[in-house]
T-cell receptor, first 113, second 113 residues
Framework: DSGVTQTPKHLITATGQRVTLRCSPR?????VYWYQQSLDQGLQFLIQ???????AKGNILERFSAQQFPDLHSELNLSSLELGDSALYFC????????????FGPGTRLTVT | ELKVEQNPLFLSMQEGKNYTIYCNYS?????LYWYRQDPGKSLESLFV???NGAVKQEGRLMASLDTKARLSTLHITAAVHDLSATYFC?????????????WGAGTKLIIKP
C-alpha cells in the first residue's frame, strides 16, 4: 500500500458525459501527478500540482482539467468524454516539487461506452 | 527531442535464466528510476539511481546507471515466474530550469515455468 488513495476504483459512463476522479496523496507529500494509461500502453503524463499550484503540464487534452485543494487532495475532471478516453488513470505523489520517485495510487479504471 | 528508450519492449524467458533490460536516454541526467507494474495494477517503485556508477540490488533484480553512456540496465538473475510484470524506467531531465520526468515505453516480461 503506497498510501495514495484514489476514488472511485471503477467508473462506467457514456460518451459526452463528465466525470471527476479524486486523489489523496500520501501524508506529507506536496506534489500530485496525474497519468493516463490506455490498454497495453505506456504512461502518459497529464499534469502535476505542487502545493496547490500547477507545476508541469504534459499531454493533457483541453477537455481535461485538474486542481489541487488546500488539503492537498486533487481532482481530475474529464468532460465531453469520448470512447478513446477509456483508460486507467493514476495519481501519484511525492514529497518534493522535483523528483521522479513517485508513489502511485491504485488507479481509477474509466470505461466510456 | 527528449527520449527514453527501453529494449526489448517484450521479453519471454524461461525460469532460471538471466537477462538484461536496457534503458537509454537522449540527454544529460543523473537521476533514473525503475518501476514495476503487474497487469491491471498500479506502479511500484523498485530502484532510485542518483549518480553515475550507482548500483542497487533487490533479490534477483539489479539496476545500474552509467550517466556517461546515458544507459541504465535492469538485470534479472535466475528468473522466477513472480517477476513477470512490465518494467518501466523514467529519467529526470532539467531543461531551461524546467523539470520533466520522461518515461520509457515499458518492457513486458513474461517468465515461463
Amino acid at each position: 500500500d503506497s498510501g495514495v488513495t484514489q476514488t472511485p476504483k471503477h467508473l462506467i459512463t457514456a460518451t459526452g458525459q463528465r466525470v471527476t476522479l479524486r486523489c489523496s496523496p500520501r501524508s506529507g507529500d506536496l506534489s500530485v501527478y496525474w497519468y493516463q494509461q490506455s490498454l497495453d500502453q505506456g504512461l502518459q503524463f497529464l499534469i502535476q500540482y505542487y502545493n496547490g499550484e500547477e507545476r508541469a503540464k504534459g499531454n493533457i487534452l483541453e477537455r481535461f482539467s485538474a486542481q489541487q485543494f488546500p488539503d492537498l487532495h486533487s481532482e481530475l475532471n474529464l468532460s465531453s468524454l469520448e470512447l478513446g478516453d477509456s483508460a486507467l488513470y493514476f495519481c501519484a505523489s511525492s514529497v518534493f516539487r522535483e523528483t521522479g520517485e513517485q508513489y502511485f495510487g491504485p488507479g481509477t479504471r474509466l470505461t466510456v461506452t | 527531442e527528449l527520449k527514453v528508450e527501453q529494449n526489448p519492449l517484450f521479453l519471454s524467458m524461461q525460469e532460471g535464466k538471466n537477462y538484461t533490460i536496457y534503458c537509454n536516454y537522449s540527454t544529460t541526467s543523473d537521476r533514473l528510476y525503475w518501476y514495476r507494474q503487474d497487469p491491471g495494477k498500479s506502479l511500484e517503485s523498485l530502484f532510485v539511481l542518483l549518480s553515475n556508477g550507482a548500483v542497487k540490488q533487490e533479490g534477483r533484480l539489479m539496476a545500474s546507471l552509467d550517466t556517461k553512456a546515458r544507459l541504465s540496465t535492469l538485470h534479472i538473475t535466475a528468473a522466477v515466474h513472480d517477476l513477470s510484470a512490465t518494467y518501466f524506467c523514467a529519467v529526470d531531465i532539467v531543461e531551461d530550469s524546467n523539470y520533466q520526468l520522461i518515461w520509457g515505453a515499458g518492457t513486458k516480461l513474461i517468465i515461463k515455468p
